[in-house]
């Protein structure tokens, strides 16, 4: 009896790992509603680690729904409904067992307008190794440090660490809500729009950041500038009214869609 | 074709400008108005009671002799009465804005809470008076010491405590909760590490007002059947106490002339109370008053 459940629980284990050796997120026949708008119609996506994967679309198909799903975000407006499933590393987000605390430790995000706390620059990116539990100074001006460089703002802050976060740029303060996403050692980033408040030079600093994440970290972004998904990322995926009209790699997306739709999106026709 | 022609509107300027400055006229009226009834008010008071104000009245009992009487029995009974009136309220109106706000679900169970929270803000004061009587004094057996009338002051002030909270939580940026939340935070680190800190401010201007309101109430302190004429001073929160409002309206209402001016000064005293609490709220918002 013990052995045969060892067994099983071994062939989940490398079934699991077969699927994470590529896949982050596995997502199958998605549908939700808010209330009774049905924002999001069968989707199925399936989302490869350390690449950058755009989700680009016109307002209100359904593209910021999608990655606020991701990491249950979603759930924090009244009456969303759910049905389907999300494989995060092979495990259903939606499960009863899977806390959503745990996910959003694993995945990180960044959001459309920076949000740092009325606190100072050092707090904000120790915020989320603190709210786990490590009090050592030690290892939080290490993970500091380290995520401060991770979002290549390190030199421009490293002599202004306790100032408050609000005295700095807009652009600078998105790259410190992009460390404190890091200071949380996340396997996936999300970011929802992350340059659309920004000017184009800490855009363009931005999306050299995203280029140099994603060696280590899945990076899925929102955004609404098709320039900036072709410029960044490996794989786009082209909503258009709560369902996944085509996803493939960015360049067959730009160069040869197979729909007309994306191809109408993509050539500026609409939206 | 042009649809507005310049003539007409330079022709129409000067009564826009007329109109403009008697609206002007009469709000600078209503405040005037506002402000001369305070002054008035505060000149007959400090003239008539200044004479009586000293040492003696601060640190002498109620006494049958103008002379005599002192106000030391309901000083220390207002202050006893805070003692017991602020952590009840702040705790129970603070905790439940938190509910409210932050964990319950948007419902119409929740939605009439809310709405109801409002309406017993405005519920005369005498009311919580008899709740006070029914519950805490016959009831549970508390008679008229600190405990019970500190519960019923709490009722009185508990709905405005609560609004104010609500409004102050609320007024927090919804993008740092989501900052905070999206990093894996619990909705409790998420609510006393980013929420308070932000709220405080508010949920502290709020709360003393209302605090000072509980103060200068009598009509609670009448029907659940506050003394008046005391020569102790309560020692815990069991002992029977009177109140500043109580004792300046058992002197104004006796017939001697020389009690008027012995009332007066006790208003004096009262307002003295109640302008330090309202200079705390302020140096309290100031102080924690956050940019976004």
Redesign the interface.
Known sequence: MTMNSTAIATDAVIEQDIVSSNSVYKTNQLNLWYGANHALKNIDLDIKENEVTAIIGPSGCGKSTYIKTLNRMVELVPSVKTSGEILYRGRNIFDKSYGVEELRTRVGMVFQKPNPFPKSIYDNVAYGPRIHGIKNKKILDEIVEKSLRGAAIWDEVKDRLTENAYSISGGQQQRICIARALAIEPDVILMDEPTSALDPISTLKIEELVQELKKDYSIIIVTHNMQQAARISDKTAFFLNGEVVEYDTTDTIFSNPSDKRTEDYISGRFG | MRYIEQQQVVKRMNGRKIINSIFKGIFMLATLLALLALVILLYRIITQGAGHLSLDFLTNFASRFPEQAGIKAALVGSLWLMAVVAPTALILGVGSAIYLEEYA??NRVTDFIRVNISNLAGVPSVVFGLLGLTIFVRALALGTSVLAAGFTMSLLILPVIIVASQEAIRSV?G????????????KW?TIV??IL??AIPGILTGSILALSRAIGETAPLIVVGIPVIIQFLPSGVMDTFTALPMQIYDWSSRPQQEFQVVAAAGIIVLMAFLLFMNSIAVIIRNKFN???
Do not use: H, N, V
């Open positions: 679900k948007r940026p993008e740092l909760r989501d900052a905070s939340l999206g990093m894996g935070a619990t680190q590490k980013i800190p932000a956050k940019r976004y």
